[in-house]
C-alpha cells in the first residue's frame, strides 16, 4: 500500500471489521436454527476471537517494524486469510492457537 502510514493502518482495521461485522450481523440476525446458520454464527465467532489476536499483535509489532515496507500489506493478507471462505483461516488459527494457548482441548473436543 503506497499511502501515508496513517492511512495503511486505516485501511487495514477496516478491511477487518466492515464486512466482517456487516457479515456477522447477518448471522446473528438470522432466525434459522439450521446446521447452516449455527455454523455461519461459529464462524463468525471463531473470526473474531482470531482477528482481536492479528490486532493486538499488528498493533504491538508496528512499533517496531511498522516503518517496514509491506508490513501493512502483510496484515492485510492475514485478515484476508481469515475471512475469506476458501481458507477459513479462523477456525485455523482458532484451533491451532488459541484453543492450545487457552488450555481448551476438552471443549474442542465435545464441539
Known amino acids: 500500500l503506497r499511502l ?4 495503511r493502518r486505516f485501511v487495514t482495521v477496516a478491511l477487518g471489521t466492515a464486512y466482517p461485522m ?3 450481523m447477518v448471522a446473528v440476525a438470522t432466525t434459522k436454527n439450521d446446521v ?9 465467532l471463531t473470526y473474531w476471537a482470531s482477528y482481536t489476536v492479528l490486532f493486538v499483535a499488528m498493533d504491538y509489532l508496528e512499533n517496531f517494524v511498522g516503518h517496514i515496507p509491506g508490513f501493512y500489506s502483510l496484515c492485510c493478507v492475514a485478515t484476508l486469510y481469515l475471512f475469506l471462505p476458501m481458507f477459513r483461516g479462523a477456525d ?3 484451533r491451532r492457537v488459541l484453543v492450545p494457548l487457552s488450555g481448551q482441548y476438552e471443549n474442542l473436543l465435545l464441539h
Not at 4 to 7: H, L
Not at 36 to 44: C, K, L
Open 92 to 94: 485455523v488459527i482458532f
Open 36 to 44: 447452516a446458520s449455527v455454523q455461519e454464527q461459529n464462524f463468525w
Open 4 to 7: 501515508p502510514e496513517q492511512q
Open 22 to 24: 456487516a457479515a456477522t
